[in-house]
């Protein structure tokens, strides 16, 4: 238990779809993140959120679209995706952007695969 | 472009020592990180070396030399449960993490 709860673990959705996957940190912290793992790939940072405003936006398509009600809650909405948007997705938070040592607690992630 | 390398597999044997290297180009520097991933389950935080030198924790160890862009992790007295994917990432100059593929490590009996 790293005190960073993803849900669902597995999903599955066809490309017209839409759907939505939650991320909840109880840990007090103020950054949380939205990154894509891929087999054999590095991690890919997609959002950031700092404070409840995002910070970060690395060319994500628009088909992905984050939402940060709270600073405890993430959620990423999914419509009309493609095959390739198949991965891993993990949620992040750390107390802070910066400073001093500031490791990101990781939830479980969300296996997605779009059919 | 920013870049972290780290070997793809690694192989070692139960009791053993191993050491992951990683090398990285990065715009700017503000730490590394070492992160252990089992299959199916969430990156957890092993290390964070920000000068030069080694870091120890328990079997595991984190080396750092800024000047030649290179970390290594040692883990020593290998356990069946050290099988792991183990990511490398530095922070930049913007703070943001940049992140290596990782290494698979395989431990035998």
């Known amino acids: 238990e790293t005190g960073v709860t993803q849900t669902p673990r597995h999903l599955v959705m066809g490309m017209t779809n839409k759907k939505s996957l939650k991320c909840e940190q109880h840990?007090?912290?103020?950054?949380m993140y939205w990154y894509k793992q891929s087999a054999k790939k590095p991690l890919e940072l997609m959002f950031v959120y700092n404070f409840k405003e995002q910070t970060e936006n690395n060319s994500v398509p628009s088909r992905f679209s984050p939402e940060c009600p709270n600073s405890s809650h993430l959620f990423l909405h999914l419509h009309t995706l493609q095959p390739e948007d198949s991965a891993l997705y993990l949620c992040a938070s750390s107390q802070d952007l910066g400073g001093e040592s500031t490791e990101a607690f990781f939830g479980q992630g969300t296996r997605l695969t779009v059919v | 472009g920013q870049n972290i390398d780290q070997p793809t597999e690694m192989t070692a044997t139960e009791g053993a020592i191993v050491q992951i290297n990683c090398t990285y180009q990065t715009s700017g520097f503000n730490g590394l990180f070492w992160y252990q991933q089992h299959a199916g389950e969430a990156p957890t935080f092993l290390s964070y070396?920000?000068l030069d030198g080694l870091e120890e924790k328990g079997r595991f160890s984190s080396f750092l030399s800024r000047s030649k862009g290179y970390s290594y992790l040692l883990l020593k007295e290998l356990q069946m449960k050290d099988s792991a994917s183990y990511l490398c990432?530095?922070?930049?100059?913007?703070?943001?993490?940049?992140w290596g593929a990782g290494t698979k490590l395989i431990i035998k009996p």
């Open positions: 840990l007090g912290h103020n950054a």
């Open positions: 990432a530095v922070r930049d100059s913007n703070y943001q993490l940049i």
């Open positions: 070396n920000v």
